[in-house]
């Protein structure tokens, strides 16, 4: 993967004792690794705990008491089992000394080779590009949701407030544009702590307005000429003078998820697979993993850290996934909504500040998604056109806040990540139904990126015998998976077939 120019790439100006001493590089001749077991924590906290976490009451409430919260527990122990397989697959052979895989594609192309290579990095960069549009198309609805619910409370609940999520698509997709000149993963620690942060900021207020509204607590704090509606996002109202939570005090749900008559018999079939999906996706971050263990530095051996990093950091996110998917359903029970936050009116002050915090996080979780993207094309370009001066030449641009450390400026990189930056842009604009697909993407890339590939190159790393107990419990635990991607998948698309009944290219007002 390009070892004979990673010196060159990433080598930085230092003072002191490294100048001119090898203390300052790896075994493999990059610039030594920093990152640690809470940026590692960091990062897949920032991975996995996306918007995602609001559309759990939703798939909850699809899914019932009983097998929405097994189905929740189950995922997270499928999760981190194989992500604790993957981490012995960075280093080939032998985990403390082996030679180092820097991406996930990298990993499965030196231990499994072949074809093999070429279908995860297929799977794994098309799921990466569905991931950056449907944030895009997420951050926008936060941006919008706010600014819609400033206007109904200004307004009293009379204007209806319509506006476009294309002006707000823009704003997201210009600021990573800038954020995108980042030349590497590892400089993004303060990005994913900050993203983490927020991750947890509206997780916390959504919990707790769910935990509000089942003991009965009211928030009937607003004048009446200013109350807004029960649902800021459009739900119909009789009364704008009049404000209160219908069901305050009340524990719903039901042991088998929404009844037979909110929605059809075929309509349930299709929401449970769905909710599958949504859970699913919800957990993936194995497309990413060995990207985030590449940052980390040794000793200790890196799998150790990461293996530490991902059982703190998965158990982290069961919990609030948990509390905010069982409190949402028991604050709405049939009629949770597929973003929990939509469901609060007031106070409304507190839900903008919960949409605040979606976007910020979104902003840094674009970023992590992207990076292996953006590596992985410009390792290709520099193999390719080796003497390209566009490709290969960095311009160093002092910048003060960095002390000895200059931003380097690589024409190619800044403008391929511009372009690539607009074009997830663009689609989500034409496609701002897109979250759809990307839950197929999800669906369909939650078994060979979180399970298949992870449980062969395991196998293969510690040459397992195979029909041996070990080798037929790890196969039918990939072929179960399987099946649970087939039926999630195939609730997607039915997801997407409704959409497109009303689909109109580039319209996107609300």
Not at 265 to 288: E, N, P, T, V
Not at 366 to 382: D, L, N, R
Not at 417 to 427: E, H, N, Q, Y
Request: net charge positive.
């Amino acid at each position: 993967m390009g070892e004979n120019h990673n010196r060159a790439n990433h080598q930085i100006v230092i003072d002191g004792p490294c100048r001119n001493g090898s203390g300052c590089f790896d075994d493999d001749g990059r610039v030594k690794r920093t990152g640690s077991f809470w940026t590692a924590s960091a990062h897949i906290i920032t991975a996995v705990i996306g918007s995602g976490v609001l559309s759990l009451a939703w798939a909850i409430a699809q899914l019932g008491w009983i097998a929405g919260p097994a189905v929740m527990l189950l995922f997270s122990i499928v999760t981190y089992y194989t992500s604790s397989l993957l981490t012995e697959c960075y280093r080939t052979s032998d985990p403390v000394s082996g030679k180092r895989n820097y991406t996930y594609t990298h990993a499965v192309g030196s231990i499994l080779g072949g074809y093999k290579v070429k279908v995860c990095g297929f799977i794994q960069y098309l799921n990466l590009f569905g991931v950056s549009i449907g944030y895009t198309i997420a951050a926008s609805m936060s941006m919008m949701t706010i600014r819609r619910s400033n206007c109904l409370h200004n307004s009293g609940g009379k204007k209806p407030c319509h506006m476009s999520s294309n002006p707000y698509m823009i704003i997201f997709g210009v600021t990573q544009i800038l954020l995108s000149q980042i030349p590497d993963f590892d400089q993004l620690w303060w990005l994913s702590i900050l993203a983490a942060i927020m991750s947890f900021t509206y997780s916390t207020i959504g919990l707790a307005l769910g935990i509000a509204k089942v003991i009965g607590i009211s928030f009937d704090t607003i004048h009446a000429s200013k109350r807004l509606p029960d649902r800021v996002c459009g739900a119909e109202h009789s009364d704008n003078t009049h404000f209160d939570w219908a069901g305050i005090g009340t524990f719903r749900g039901s042991l088998t998820g929404i009844s037979i008559g909110t929605v059809t018999q075929a309509q349930k079939i299709w929401r449970s697979f769905r909710a599958l999906g949504d859970i699913a996706f919800a957990y993936s971050f194995s497309m990413i993993l060995i990207e985030i263990q590449d940052t980390l530095k040794s000793p200790p051996a890196e799998a150790k850290t990461m293996r530490k990093a991902t059982k703190l950091s998965i158990a982290v996110t069961t919990v609030f996934y948990m509390l905010c998917g069982c409190m949402g359903y028991a604050s709405f029970g049939d009629f949770a909504p597929e973003n929990l936050l939509t469901g609060f009116g007031n106070p409304f002050w507190l839900v903008d500040i919960a949409n605040a915090a979606i976007i910020i996080h979104l902003v840094g979780a674009y970023q992590v998604f992207c990076q292996p993207i953006f590596t992985f094309i410009e390792k290709w370009a520099t193999r390719r056109w080796p003497e390209s001066k566009i490709i290969t030449k960095e311009f160093e641009i002092p910048v003060p806040i960095w002390g000895y450390c200059p931003y380097k400026l690589n024409l190619f990189r800044s403008v391929w990540r511009s372009v690539f930056v607009m074009l997830t842009t663009l689609i989500s604009m034409l496609l701002p139904f897109f979250s759809d697909v990307v839950g197929i993407l999800g669906a369909l890339g939650f078994w060979p990126l979180t399970v298949y590939f992870p449980v062969e190159m395991y196998i293969e790393q510690k040459k397992i015998s195979k029909w041996s107990s070990r080798w037929i419990c790890l196969k039918t635990l990939s072929l179960a998976c399987l099946m649970i991607s087939i039926v999630a998948a195939t609730g997607s698309i039915a997801g997407v077939i409704l959409d497109l009944k009303v689909y109109k290219p580039f319209k996107s007002t609300y």
